[in-house]
């Protein structure tokens, strides 16, 4: 008999041996019924024997814990499914609201910009730089106003000036006028007496 037929014989032995050992233990444990997977194979080695890296379980237990991991496996690969459903569903709705949030941006920033702008002859200005300008032409509008008004103050005063002293000049040339007209009317009227008087005498 061979070396490697004795550790056959002897193997088989062996499990046979284990197998009538717990023949009394026709019933399954609860542990392969209502615990985890985790739980029923640390049972499993806890309650089985290894003999030349074999080890022996029953074939109810066998069968039981075999049906449990595919059960397992069935229900794992199940909720996988369901997982990749689940994510693919909220992959779109992400790229959806991706979607959306990009499209109110650029909403948002059309509002924006449109709100901080103001429409002049067909271009769009920025409130900032439009009320810089018109504060500018306000403040050079109101600085000529206040230019002109003293101009014409000088101007008014420069004019009353010139009228009065033409008012008085013409006072000045009527007194002339008067002053002269009557040294004249003297003067020819002593020219006259003296006229008179040449023939007279």
């Given at each position: 008999m061979s070396k490697s037929r004795f550790r056959f014989i002897s193997t088989v032995a062996f499990l046979v041996f284990t197998c009538f050992k717990v023949s009394g233990?026709?019933?399954?444990?609860?542990?392969?019924?209502?615990?985890?997977?985790?739980?029923?194979?640390?049972?499993?080695?806890?309650?089985?024997r290894i003999y030349e890296n074999y080890r022996a379980i029953r074939e109810d237990m066998f069968q039981k814990l075999k049906g449990n991991i595919s059960d397992t496996l069935l229900s794992a690969n199940r909720k996988i499914v369901i997982l990749n459903i689940t994510a693919s569903g909220l992959k779109q709705t992400i790229d959806s609201l991706n979607s959306t949030m990009e499209t109110t941006n650029t909403r948002l920033e059309?509002?924006?910009?449109?709100?901080?702008s103001i429409s002049v002859l067909g271009l769009e200005v920025n409130k900032v730089t439009y009320n810089t300008i018109m504060w500018l032409i306000?403040?050079?509008?109101?600085?000529?106003?206040?230019?002109?008004?003293?101009?014409?103050?000088?101007?008014?005063?420069?004019?009353?000036?010139?009228?009065?002293?033409?008012?008085?000049?013409?006072?000045?040339?009527?007194?002339y006028r008067k002053t002269t007209r009557?040294?004249?009317?003297?003067?020819?009227?002593d020219h006259f007496n003296e006229i008179k008087r040449m023939k007279g005498g």
């Open positions: 233990q026709t019933t399954m444990p609860d542990v392969l019924i209502k615990n985890s997977l985790k739980d029923q194979l640390k049972y499993i080695e806890e309650r089985t059309n509002i924006t910009r449109t709100k901080n306000v403040i050079g509008l109101t600085a000529i106003l206040a230019l002109g008004f003293m101009v014409f103050k000088r101007n008014l005063s420069f004019t009353l000036n010139i009228k009065n002293e033409l008012s008085e000049l013409k006072d000045e040339f009527q007194t009557e040294a004249r009317e003297k003067l020819s009227m």
